[in-house]
């Protein structure tokens, strides 16, 4: 007979055995039913009965039986039929069997209470065929990719031949299985794939074998070699066939510890002789393949715990080793800004808890990059500098945050705590801000389009975001900005106030409501002036006048003990302004600031015409010379009221300077005395026919101004401090000594951050104002005193 006839003869005696146990399946159905319409029957009969009784009577209705023919020998010889069909079906070789006798002699043994002992026939028939038969054929397969197809083609037969016995046996199952109560039985099919499991995947010849080659296959396939996948996958569908628990102890336990010994030894052998970035892309690949390879033939489950171990060994065991190599590990990656390194790292260190220390590396690597900028003396001599060091360190690594590490939380925290770190080592670094912005945004500073000044000023808020004493550059920006306003040095109002509101938004109204008012002081003095200038021009000369009316408090201003003596011309000036000031604003005062003005002067000398824009103090001492060849130092303090470092400086600029030396001292030299005397260049000559004399000072403060300066802030703090504590206590009422620092260091640290120590000192000064008091029962509590 030829193969295809055998198969042709397979089919249809499958067609066969599935028409007769439908029939026969057809034939329970319909037995029942008759059983159920007899049952139907006698209910009504019996309701009838009851209904026409005068008395109310118990009936008890016993179920229809079949009536069973006793044999003695009938239970024996099906028992050993249906061992026999078991048999065969189990070899696949139904021909000559019928499934409609064969489904009516399991039905008869369950209908005669025989339903253990065939349960127990099938079980015992199984088992035999297994263990005699199907186990020791498969264990002599010769050959790893043999033995793991033939293992998995017989599953396949056994399952087939377990649907068989299923639809032979199915009345056993519904019938017999839910009466005898015991929980421990299967039904037929589950029964069978249970001593498969039992027979086979438990043999001890077997299982060795199993293990050995699965795990032989994936470790040459992880060697490089191509290996059966499909039977590698049908073998762990069987055993996930068999039960999930099965897979994980004769598979997944067993290649998981396989997984752990192979990659540790690759770890060690390749950490020894790779640079870190090779090293990592091993590490990438090896897990591309693993994931692969877990796809491929494991069950999904096995995937990420495949990954795990290898990323354990390749990774987490190689984490310092990786990260602290010194020619090519973490710190050289950002150093040379690799950006695709760094995001390979990332991208395999991101599922691990910590993310196994990159966090802690960039946060020192920061440190260590910060302290060399900011302890530069080159960057310590100029701000400007300084501070675009700064912008280039911050935007560095903020690229590297959002390229490589995708703006990690935990990393951009580290960042973070880094730039404050780096921002407040120098004390200075707030006044340094504040002179570049000074610089940036005055006329004389280099052209830069709108786009750019945004960046900068962007970049400028960044830093000063990470101030803790954010007034102290509030003290600075308002000094200089004062500067910029009088002076009329401001590049832009827009950019000027653009600024401001990034302030605002940043820190409040409050810490900018000062600077504001100084734009409004400029605004209304615009328009005072324009107005006075009407007046003016009729009523005297032609004397060009701008005044600029301050509010006291709004702006940062060295107010003058002693008045400055203005040449006449300026003093009539100055009377009749004041004059026009008090009659529209009754009940102000007017001081007048010599030291803040500035102004144009016309002067003649042998090389021609110049006109010189200097300070008013400048033009109180040139004017001096219109009366006198010849004067002292002495002489020019008691008819201008200057004195001390004003007057010299002063004087400096008007003689020392090359150029610019207006003025002749004797004896020549920089330093100026009171014995020193001064006359006019009548040799001055410039290329330009306008002058400018710049003020000689610094615009840095010194030792002795900058803690002149720290005093004036931290005396500004007090009241802040202490109304914070009162605002708090008048809301909470009670509180703790604790809590009360937490609540005031949250509402002043957009200010700057007060220390507990002083948060405790003005406590008890509050105490002793009787704002508040310590509880008497809790002498850690305060209470408020209303």
């Known amino acids: 007979m030829t193969r295809a006839a055998n198969a042709r003869d397979a089919v249809d005696g499958d067609d066969a055995r599935a028409r007769a146990a439908s029939d026969a399946r057809a034939r329970e159905r319909e037995r029942d039913g008759v059983v159920g319409r007899k049952r139907d029957a006698s209910g009504q009969a019996s309701r009838a009965r009851s209904r026409a009784a005068t008395t109310a009577t118990t009936t008890a209705l016993e179920p229809f039986r079949h009536r069973v023919d006793a044999d003695p020998s009938f239970v024996e010889t099906t028992l050993r039929t249906l061992r026999t069909a078991t048999t065969e079906l189990l070899n696949l070789s139904s021909e000559g069997l019928s499934y409609e006798e064969l489904y009516g002699k399991a039905y008869a043994l369950v209908l005669r209470k025989q339903g253990?002992?065939?349960?127990?026939?099938?079980?015992?028939?199984?088992?035999?065929?297994?263990?005699?038969?199907?186990?020791?054929?498969?264990?002599?397969?010769?050959?790893?990719?043999?033995?793991?197809?033939?293992?998995?083609?017989?599953?396949?037969?056994?399952?087939?031949?377990?649907?068989?016995?299923?639809?032979?046996?199915?009345?056993?199952?519904?019938?017999?299985?839910?009466?005898?109560?015991?929980?421990n039985l299967e039904p037929v099919g589950d029964l069978v794939i249970t001593l498969w499991r039992e027979c086979v995947v438990n043999n001890p010849r077997i299982r060795r074998r199993m293990h050995s080659c699965m795990l032989d296959l994936i470790r040459r396939e992880r060697d490089g070699e191509s290996v059966d996948r499909d039977a590698l996958q049908k073998v762990t569908s069987m055993l996930l066939t068999l039960h999930e628990s099965v897979y994980v102890d004769e598979f997944e336990v067993k290649m998981l510890d396989e997984t752990r010994s192979y990659y540790k030894a690759v770890a060690q052998k390749r950490i020894d002789i790779d640079d870190c970035p090779t090293f990592l892309r091993m590490a990438e690949a090896r897990l591309a393949q693993e994931k692969d390879r877990s796809e491929a033939y494991m069950a999904p489950r096995t995937t990420g715990l495949l990954l795990e171990q290898a990323r354990n060994q390749l990774l987490k065991e190689m984490s310092q080793s990786l990260l602290h190599n010194a020619t090519s590990g973490m710190v050289h990656m950002l150093r040379a800004n690799q950006i695709e390194n760094l995001r390979r790292m990332y991208s395999l260190f991101s599922t691990m808890d910590d993310l196994e220390g990159i966090p802690d590396v960039m946060f020192n690597h920061?440190?260590?990059?910060?302290?060399?900028?900011?302890?530069?003396?080159?960057?310590?001599?100029?701000?400007?500098?300084?501070?675009?060091?700064?912008?280039?360190?911050?935007?560095?690594?903020?690229?590297?945050?959002?390229?490589?590490?995708a703006n990690n939380r935990l990393i951009e925290s580290q960042c973070n705590q880094a730039y404050q770190l780096v921002a407040n080592l120098n004390p200075r670094s707030p006044e340094y801000l504040s002179l570049y912005l000074d610089h940036m945004l005055r006329k004389s500073s280099k052209d830069a389009s709108q786009s750019e000044l945004e960046i900068i000023l962007n970049r400028s808020m960044?830093?000063?975001?990470?101030?803790?004493?954010?007034?102290?550059?509030?003290?600075?920006?308002?000094?200089?900005?004062?500067?910029?306003?009088?002076?009329?040095?401001?590049?832009?109002?827009?950019?000027?106030?653009?600024?401001?509101?990034?302030?605002?938004d940043d820190c409040g109204f409050t810490f900018t409501s000062r600077m504001e008012g100084m734009f409004n002081d400029m605004l209304t003095s615009g328009d005072l002036t324009r107005e006075f200038e009407g007046v003016y021009s009729r009523g005297s000369g032609s004397m060009e006048v701008n005044v600029s009316v301050l509010t006291t408090g709004a702006w940062p201003l060295k107010v003058h003990k002693t008045p400055i003596n203005l040449p006449h011309e300026c003093e009539r000036t100055c009377k009749v302004f004041e004059n026009f000031y008090l009659s529209r604003h009754a009940g102000r005062k007017l001081t007048w600031q010599a030291n803040m003005g500035r102004a144009d002067i016309k002067a003649r000398f042998a090389s021609g015409e110049y006109e010189i824009s200097a300070s008013t103090l400048h033009m109180c001492v040139l004017m001096l010379f219109n009366t006198h060849e010849t004067l002292t130092t002495k002489d020019i303090s008691d008819l201008t009221g200057m004195i001390?470092?004003?007057?010299?400086?002063?004087?400096?600029?008007?003689?020392?300077?090359?150029?610019?030396?207006?003025?002749?001292?004797?004896?020549?030299?920089?330093?100026?005395?009171?014995?020193?005397?001064?006359?006019?260049?009548?040799?001055?000559?410039?290329?330009?026919?306008?002058?400018?004399?710049l003020s000689i000072s610094a615009k840095r403060e010194n030792d002795h101004e900058r803690s002149l300066t720290k005093s004036k802030i931290v005396d500004d703090r007090k009241p802040q401090i202490e109304a914070t504590i009162v605002r708090v206590m008048k809301a909470k009422k009670r509180l703790d000594h604790n809590s009360i620092v937490m609540e005031v260091t949250a509402q002043v640290r957009n200010r700057f951050m007060p220390t507990p120590a002083d948060i405790k000192k003005h406590i008890e000064t509050l105490i002793e104002r009787e704002y508040i008091e310590r509880d008497p029962s809790d002498r850690k509590m305060y209470v408020y005193l209303a």
Do not use: W
Request: aromatic share 8%; proline share 1%; hydrophobic share 35%.
């Open 116 to 183: 253990d002992a065939l349960y127990n026939t099938i079980s015992d028939a199984v088992t035999d065929h297994l263990c005699l038969h199907v186990a020791s054929k498969i264990a002599d397969v010769v050959g790893d990719v043999e033995f793991l197809k033939d293992l998995e083609t017989r599953f396949a037969r056994h399952r087939k031949s377990a649907q068989m016995l299923t639809d032979v046996f199915i009345y056993l199952d519904r019938v017999h299985l839910k009466r005898s109560g015991n929980a």
């Open 366 to 405: 920061l440190k260590e990059i910060g302290k060399s900028i900011v302890n530069d003396l080159e960057n310590e001599k100029n701000p400007t500098q300084f501070v675009e060091e700064l912008f280039k360190f911050k935007e560095k690594y903020d690229t590297i945050l959002i390229e490589a590490f």
């Open 462 to 504: 960044g830093l000063f975001h990470l101030f803790h004493e954010k007034d102290v550059f509030e003290n600075y920006y308002r000094q200089h900005l004062s500067k910029r306003l009088l002076n009329k040095r401001s590049a832009s109002d827009d950019n000027e106030l653009a600024f401001i509101g990034k302030l605002k």
């Open 644 to 693: 001390g470092d004003e007057l010299k400086g002063c004087l400096q600029a008007l003689s020392c300077v090359k150029g610019k030396n207006i003025l002749t001292k004797l004896p020549a030299g920089k330093d100026v005395s009171l014995g020193d005397s001064f006359q006019v260049n009548r040799d001055f000559s410039s290329k330009t026919t306008k002058v400018k004399i």
